[in-house]
């Protein structure tokens, strides 16, 4: 092994580690502890940076072989993840003026890379559990309601079954082909045997599941509600992130036969109906991005039905603008006096008489998350079915993209509640803090410039 | 070249309109108005110039720009001017000051989100016109909904939040169908070429199979057809109308529609002339049902709006006709049909505006005897009644003739040939929408201007000057239209040869058929 090639190719995930410690440092040393967000998105803005660098050197380097690889895409996928995570800093600060939030953010960011990088099981189970066990005490951080603790256990729960199906998943794989390499999901998925197929079932359905996958999807509504703003928001796009990752991991480029194909048409178009269906009749907003978060995992997990490098790029390009469209959404949410009076659509009346600008992102945000070109989640989308098409599946194409037009609805509802209603004036209502609205703006420029030049953008996944 | 620079500067002025209204500090209206005006009124005389320089003779695109955009996807960003869009273009072009105008008093809460919103539909209308890239184009037709809700949906009357939403959401359902069937025609040509491109000279090459292009004709026509609106797909229209502002009106009606009908010329019949040549009853059939229906329907209305908006179903219907007719023409008949349809309509929203603004009422019972109080208002409003029936001079004359003659000229021709009596059939039926017409409009005016005296909320004052300048610009084009309607003609003349061409293929080039300017 070479040691500076593993300090290399891990760069991103060491300036995490050494943030974590930073952090954990501060909370150690320091009761009125003032320096850590700064500190939290210093380390994350540099192993942006790293990431960054290591997609532009356009090497592929594997310092684990066999464990741990990591191409330019993966690099530049890395970025993206860490470059969003800033804005969703930017904006916790309200909520989390100090504490334990901040290295628990970063830990969860380190599970994350792991696994986009992960070519083992081994490393892809660790990764997804570094990535996952800090959002379990994310969600009960912001304790606020009682709800809060019962939400936060059903995630553990159901996350833990999760895990605990991928790793019976694992080991199947590993007893019918010998081997933990995610290469091995691949060779089970050429294979008809029961074993093999019983462990691709168990693999998809904790990524169903971590995804919030119909019918796995009945933790997600009620988490996402019980979490704080900035916790949801990170929940709904990065953690998200994570999961597609790892399942783009295990899928590679190579093509699906049944019965994964079917489950992998049904399930997701099952999911973008029922996600889009059950947002229309939602009043609280976290609510409804819970179930709009439903409906895109649907999106991502039909682009698995497409083949070949086209599947990374169409997933990576999704994550990015739904990622960045949602976290502007929460960044220019404005301030309440309590948590759920913050969350409630109807208080969003009038946004437009009150703050222009972060009505005018909000819209944005809803419009690209509806599909809406010229926005990026258009583009997204585009990419998407057209892969899924080229793949030959023009029938489930179709479908998607019918089902897509259900989620129209309950995203234009935000922009007439906030422009064409007359203004509410909620009482204890005060407008987005400059840094929250300072994060919109860079999530919108990130927006901007996928929307504008989307091939640019592809040409570095 | 400097053509090319010219058309993307008429393309992107309003769009940087949009911008520079974005930074002009809130309270300042009258420099906003000022401005939408003024750069509206710089666009027109640009466009214009384009107009004059456009040869119908050249052949292929002209003031072309064709730059890469997303290379991987084949997506270029290519505009142009050919026959097909050029009237359309101009007549865009042309209503965005009047629209601007006629807005100054009516609209006086966010003035600056209204002539932002002004501003960007004007920007994706004429992206839609000129775009030459499918991807583009669908962009462009997408990006219209936005303003266009937000329009009706801000500034609207009191059921405006229903009847945006239905806008919004019926077109948005056809363009969901023609982005699937955009995406398989556009795997199509890359399979069999190797090389993906949206471009359109590309997929009109594309072959696709017979089998086929029933569906995607059927995803694109289902598409065109909410837009246009056509029979039975056209509830959304007078819903819209109604409670949309009247510069929201004008938009709609004036150059909106004419997406629908420019969608089918353009791409939906070409791209599939198999399946084009045997929907052409069902084509013909549907835009006689339109003609016929959106009469009967206009003749029992209340509200002064729906009669109007019933009229344009009817009016559109004519257009669909023109282009199922495959008939030259029919074809150029169409096409004058969609720019006198465009001002005619404009025209009457506009006054129906500023009656609005004057009584607060659309009920035409409320109404009477105006001709009396406001005779230089009547004298308009005859004037674009007697154009929105058709007569002789006016435009609507021109385009609704040249739509029949070509409809009864392919009837007849199908019949000479041992075909069915199918299509003559509709022409007449289609000729006595003619007779409809008149009826609905020259009783709308009857019982609004004449009769016993009836004002609500009176006594009000006769047009102002501004007013006047808009309508006279407005009946004089229209007038222009109807008695020189050569000019307009030839420039779309290759187009309507090129549209007959692309779907009759070889069949029609052996017809002898005749222009009209020549």
């Known amino acids: 092994m070479n040691a500076s090639l593993a300090f290399t190719a891990l760069l991103p995930e060491h300036i995490l580690l050494a943030g974590i410690v930073a952090l954990l440092v501060i909370e150690i040393v320091s009761d009125e502890a003032k320096g850590e967000l700064p500190v939290a998105i210093i380390s994350v803005a540099f192993a942006a940076i790293a990431a960054a660098g290591l997609a532009s050197g356009g090497n592929t380097l594997e310092p684990f072989p066999g464990q741990f690889i990591l191409t330019p895409g993966i690099a530049a996928a890395k970025a993206v993840v860490l470059a969003l995570a800033i804005p969703v800093l930017l904006v916790s600060r309200g909520d989390f003026p100090r504490g334990p939030y901040y290295p628990l953010l970063l830990s969860s960011l380190y599970g994350i890379c792991l696994v986009a990088s992960s070519s083992s099981f081994l490393t892809m189970f660790l990764g997804i559990e570094i990535m996952s066990v800090p959002v379990y005490v994310l969600v009960l951080l912001a304790y606020r309601r009682p709800e809060s603790a019962e939400a936060a256990l059903k995630y553990l729960v159901l996350s833990g079954t999760a895990s605990a199906m991928f790793l019976m998943g694992a080991s199947l794989i590993f007893g019918s082909t010998g081997s933990l390499s995610v290469g091995a999901f691949a060779q089970a998925l050429a294979s008809n045997t029961l074993l093999s197929q019983s462990a691709l079932v168990m693999v998809v359905s904790a990524f169903f599941l971590k995804a919030a996958i119909v019918p796995f999807h009945g933790w997600a509504p009620d988490a996402y509600e019980a979490a704080s703003v900035p916790v949801t928001a990170y929940m709904a796009t990065l953690v998200k992130a994570g999961v597609l990752f790892a399942a783009l991991r295990v899928f590679g480029e190579a093509g699906l036969a049944q019965p994964l194909a079917g489950i992998l048409a049904f399930l997701p178009i099952a999911s973008i109906v029922w996600g889009n269906l059950a947002a229309m009749r939602q009043a609280g907003l976290r609510r409804m991005i819970a179930y709009s978060s439903i409906a895109h995992a649907g999106y991502l997990f039909l682009a698995l039905l497409g083949e070949g490098p086209g599947r990374f790029e169409a997933v990576a390009f999704y994550l990015a603008a739904y990622g960045a469209t949602n976290i502007l959404a929460f960044a220019a949410l404005p301030n309440a006096k309590d948590d759920e009076s913050r969350d409630r659509l109807e208080d969003l009346k009038g946004l437009f008489h009150r703050a222009p600008l972060a009505a005018i992102l909000i819209g944005i945000a809803m419009l690209s998350l509806a599909g809406i070109p010229p926005f990026p989640g258009f583009a997204g989308k585009f990419l998407i079915f057209k892969n899924v098409m080229a793949a030959g599946h023009v029938w489930i194409a179709v479908a998607g993209l019918v089902a897509s037009y259900l989620g129209i609805y309950f995203y234009l509802r935000v922009i007439q509640f906030m422009f064409m209603a007359p203004d509410a004036q909620p009482a204890g209502h005060r407008p987005a803090s400059g840094m929250a609205i300072g994060a919109g703006l860079l999530c919108l420029a990130f927006t901007v410039a996928i929307a504008v030049a989307p091939g640019w953008f592809l040409a570095r996944l | ?518």
């Open chain 2, 1 to 518: 070249m400097a053509d090319a620079t010219m058309l993307n500067v008429v393309l992107w002025l309003p769009f940087a309109g949009m911008l520079a209204i974005a930074v002009v500090p809130a309270g300042r209206d009258g420099f906003v108005r000022g401005l939408t005006f003024w750069t509206m009124v710089v666009q027109f005389f640009l466009a214009a110039m384009l107009y004059a320089r456009f040869d119908p003779a050249a052949a292929g695109l002209q003031a072309a720009t064709n730059v890469p955009w997303i290379a991987d996807w084949g997506v270029s960003y290519a505009v142009g001017l050919d026959g097909y869009n050029i009237l359309l273009v101009l007549l865009t072009a042309f209503l965005g000051p009047l629209v601007t105008a006629g807005a100054f008093s009516a609209i006086t809460k966010q003035v600056k989100l209204f002539y932002a919103m002004v501003f960007l539909i004007q920007f994706a209308m004429l992206g839609t016109f000129l775009a030459q890239d499918l991807f583009l184009f669908y962009l462009f037709w997408e990006a219209m909904l936005i303003p266009m809700f937000l329009m009706i949906g801000i500034w609207g009357g009191e059921r405006r939040i229903y009847a945006t939403l239905k806008f919004f959401l019926y077109t948005a359902f056809g363009s969901i169908l023609m982005l699937a069937a955009i995406i398989w025609l556009v795997w199509w040509q890359w399979k069999g070429t190797g090389a993906l491109s949206f471009a359109f000279a590309d997929l009109l090459k594309a072959n696709v199979p017979v089998g086929a292009q029933f569906w995607l004709l059927g995803a694109f026509g289902i598409s065109f057809a909410i837009k246009v609106p056509m029979v039975p797909l056209h509830t959304w229209l007078p819903d819209a109308h109604v409670e949309a502002p009247t510069a929201g009106s004008v938009i709609l009606a004036g150059v909106l529609l004419k997406m629908g009908t420019y969608g089918f010329m353009k791409l939906g019949l070409p791209l599939f002339p198999d399946a084009t040549r045997a929907a052409v009853p069902l084509l013909a059939a549907l835009g006689t049902l339109s003609i016929v229906y959106g009469a009967c329907l206009a003749l029992v209305q209340t509200d002064i709006k729906k009669i109007i908006a019933y009229s344009s179903i009817s009016h559109l219907g004519y257009v669909v006709l023109g282009l199922a007719s495959l008939d030259l023409l029919g074809i150029q008949g169409a096409m004058m049909q969609m720019v006198s349809h465009g001002l005619v309509a404009a025209g009457l929203f506009l006054m129906v505006g500023m009656i609005y603004e004057r009584c607060h009422t659309r009920e035409l019972a409320a109404y009477g005897g105006l001709a009396r109080v406001v005779p230089v208002y009547s004298v308009f409003f005859v004037i674009l009644t007697l154009a929105s029936v058709g007569l002789p001079t006016t435009s609507g004359f021109t385009g609704e003739f040249l739509v029949l003659i070509g409809a009864f000229a392919a009837g007849w021709r199908e019949l000479q040939a041992g075909g069915s009596a199918f299509f003559l059939a509709m022409a007449i039926l289609a000729a006595t929408g003619v007779v409809l017409g008149a009826l609905y409009m020259l009783w709308f005016a009857q019982r609004f201007l004449f009769g016993a005296e009836k004002v609500p909320h009176g006594p009000i004052t006769d047009l102002g000057g501004r007013e006047k300048a808009i309508l006279i610009t407005l009946v004089a084009s229209i007038f222009w239209l109807g008695l020189f309607p050569e000019g307009a003609l030839r420039k779309s003349e290759p187009a309507a040869r090129d549209y007959q061409q692309l779907i009759a293929g070889k069949a029609a080039a052996k017809a002898p058929a005749k222009g009209v300017a020549r």
